[in-house]
């Protein structure tokens, strides 16, 4: 069974770079049936997807976010990452990443982190 | 993106009840309509994916049906540990979540 872990800073200030790492266990990150991807949740809100990867490197991502989105993979470390630029208040949010499933034309995220909170605060 | 439309908000209901919550799509999604379930302090988890196939080692209590526009999520006898914040997903394009119904006990 797959297994995600979240880690990276708490606290991120105003216009910085938020950064996270997720770990990958009991599978590997190489898989063909997995994209691997994140998605954020504001406190006391709902889930918004941020955008997920392949093992290849191919990527796609929410549009909303996608100017200052970069995600990456590191295949040796069974790990994949998240960047997010220019950050404000507004993406204060606790961080999931979660195994991004396709069966068909169906995605869904079947795995999850136990998720991260990062605050964005001076 | 396609708005997600989840009813009713909260829902207060008491253990063995029938509950369904519904999902309603801004368009025509086919059949590619998940829910999760979410507790206090923990990640979300998978109960149904594809409008009505249940995700292994979900309880067969759970049940998802509909396509297109209009969906549904029917638990038959609410239990003690089902009391949570249930969620719907498209993926018929850009990902985008419903913005949760709330169970709680009556």
């Known amino acids: 069974q797959l297994q995600l872990q979240e880690s990276g800073p708490g606290l991120v200030k105003p216009s910085e770079t938020l950064s996270l790492t997720c770990t990958v266990s009991g599978g590997s990150i190489s898989s063909s049936n997995y994209y691997w991807g994140w998605i954020r949740q504001p406190p006391g809100k709902g889930l918004e997807w941020i955008g997920s990867?392949?093992?290849?490197?191919?990527?796609y991502y929410n549009p909303s976010l996608k100017s200052r989105v970069t995600i990456s993979v590191d295949t040796s470390r069974n790990q994949f990452s998240l960047k997010l630029s220019s950050v404000t208040a507004a993406d204060t949010a606790v961080y999931y990443c979660a195994s991004h499933r396709i069966v068909g034309a169906s995605q869904f995220f079947d795995y999850w982190g136990q998720g991260t909170l990062v605050t964005v605060s001076s | 993106d396609i708005q997600m439309t989840q009813s009713p908000s909260s829902l207060s209901a008491s253990v063995g009840d029938r509950v369904t919550i519904t999902c309603r799509a801004s368009q025509s999604i086919s059949s590619y309509l998940n829910w999760y379930q979410q507790k206090p302090g923990k990640a979300p988890k998978l109960l149904i994916y594809?409008?009505?196939t249940l995700q292994s080692g979900v309880p067969s209590r759970f049940s998802g049906s509909g396509s297109e526009t209009d969906f549904t999520l029917t638990i038959s006898s609410l239990q003690p540990e089902d009391f949570a914040t249930y969620y719907c997903?498209?993926?018929?394009?850009?990902?985008?979540f419903g913005q949760g119904t709330r169970l709680e006990i009556k």
């Open positions: 990867i392949y093992y290849s490197g191919s990527t």
């Open positions: 594809t409008a009505s």
């Open positions: 997903q498209q993926s018929y394009s850009t990902l985008t």
